[in-house]
């Protein structure tokens, strides 16, 4: 069973550009959630959906990031435009259920860096 | 936004030493997860804790909920190279889904 994907492990962008992130989560996982770990930071939970509906974006930092997950699959997380602080890994986990139990499966996460 | 705090942050031993590693919040939580991270890879899930008190070992790992379910302990014995890694405990609230708030991590290196 292939884990969660994401796509690009690493981007290098100059700041006020454009950069979109994916994730493909594991195959009938429903739940979907975007972390990020800034530098010497714990990481944060950032938003959550549950198929393609957002059940909560109360991480988010701003409206310069825009979460997206067409169809219920894959999720896309946009960060326009970009500025210094955004650099930092960000991860994708699914899981089936929304239980306090359920497990989380997190992706190799993307590493960005905003120059 | 609770805040889980774990110590040490740095940890280097001999192999074959013991350790144990803290994570303590002001906040209850409704369960705590231990994940270990590996350079360049995600938090892999290693244990659920979920009742106040409750021991849960895997091989040569144990961890802890408190009794107030405000903190939590894993305790490694006779470490190994293998179990170098990051260490991140992980709370999450009342209400059911995963919106987990992670600790600030301990990293761990276990020297041959």
């Known amino acids: 069973e292939a884990g969660v994907t994401q796509f690009p492990s690493h981007s290098v962008i100059e700041k006020g550009q454009t950069v979109t992130l994916r994730c493909d989560p594991i195959?009938?996982?429903?739940?979907l959630y975007w972390y990020r770990r800034v530098m010497g930071k714990e990481i944060k939970f950032l938003l959550h959906?549950?198929?393609?509906?957002?059940?909560?974006e109360s991480g988010m930092p701003n409206n310069r990031f825009l979460a997206e997950r067409t169809g219920g699959t894959y999720s896309t997380l946009k960060v326009q435009p970009a500025e210094l602080e955004d650099s930092g890994v960000y991860f994708c986990?699914?899981?089936?259920?929304?239980?306090?139990?359920?497990?989380?499966?997190f992706g190799s996460g993307t590493q960005l860096s905003v120059l | 936004t609770q805040l889980l705090e774990q110590s040490p942050q740095f940890l280097s031993i001999q192999e074959g030493e013991n350790l144990t590693v803290y994570c303590n919040s002001s906040?209850?939580?409704?369960?705590l997860q231990w994940y270990r991270q590996e350079p360049g890879e995600g938090p892999v899930l290693l244990v659920t804790v979920v009742t106040g008190g409750e021991v849960k070992k895997l091989k040569r790992l144990t961890f802890q909920f408190g009794d107030a379910r405000k903190d939590s302990s894993l305790h490694i014995t006779a470490a190994q190279p293998g179990d170098t890694g990051l260490y991140l405990c992980?709370?999450?609230?009342?209400?059911?889904?995963?919106?987990?708030?992670f600790g600030t991590g301990t990293k761990l290196q276990v020297i041959p």
């Open positions: 959906f549950v198929k393609e509906s957002k059940q909560d």
């Open positions: 992980a709370g999450s609230l009342s209400g059911g889904y995963q919106k987990v708030t």
């Open positions: 195959s009938g996982h429903d739940n």
């Open positions: 906040s209850v939580f409704s369960s």
């Open positions: 986990a699914s899981s089936t259920r929304i239980t306090t139990n359920e497990k989380l499966f």
